[in-house]
């Protein structure tokens, strides 16, 4: 009997490192990831909330782990032998997201233990509703002009917006 229970902590074991080792699992950390990395170059700041969002985003899906920030990679069971991975992976994750934003935001959302928490509590807090953001839009459209900037630098500003 205990020979069966082995074998099945065996097989467990073999099950999960097969799903860690292969770079397409959304368990699968590089040897370069580390706690330490910035994944965006612009800091959030609140008022660039869009433009960050975006690009982390874009960093989060290129090392494949947007999974632990749009909730489609739920927390596994206790018992479960993916808990142990599944911890590892959000809290890299969320060090990512501290390290890519103002010192002020970053000391309030230290303490939450999600990367889904703590997406959702920036998307709350950051993210406008469409209203407001159709606004502020049409807005800088109005305030915008060409005056002495070239066509090129005059496009570029219009598509910044």
């Given amino acids: 009997m205990a020979s069966e229970q082995e074998s099945s902590v065996l097989h467990q074991n073999l099950s999960m490192e097969a799903r860690t080792d292969t770079t397409s699992s959304p368990f699968y950390l590089h040897p370069s990831d580390n706690p330490g990395l910035i994944l965006v170059s612009d800091l959030l700041t609140g008022d660039n909330f869009h433009t960050w969002q975006r690009a982390m985003k874009t960093g989060l899906r290129a090392k494949n782990k947007y999974k632990f920030v749009d909730g ?10 993916e808990e142990e991975i599944w911890d590892k992976c959000n809290s890299m994750v969320i060090s990512w ?5 103002e ?7 230290a303490f939450i233990e999600s990367a889904e928490e703590i997406w959702r509590e920036l998307q709350e807090r950051f993210g406008q509703s469409d209203v407001l953001r159709i606004y502020q839009l049409e807005r800088d459209l109005a305030l915008l002009q060409q005056g002495d900037l070239s066509v090129a630098t005059y496009f570029t500003r219009l598509k910044i917006l």
């Fill in 103 to 109: 010192k002020e935001i970053h000391h309030s959302i």
């Fill in 72 to 81: 489609s990679l739920p927390r596994p069971l206790s018992s479960s032998p």
């Fill in 97 to 101: 997201i501290l390290n890519s934003e």
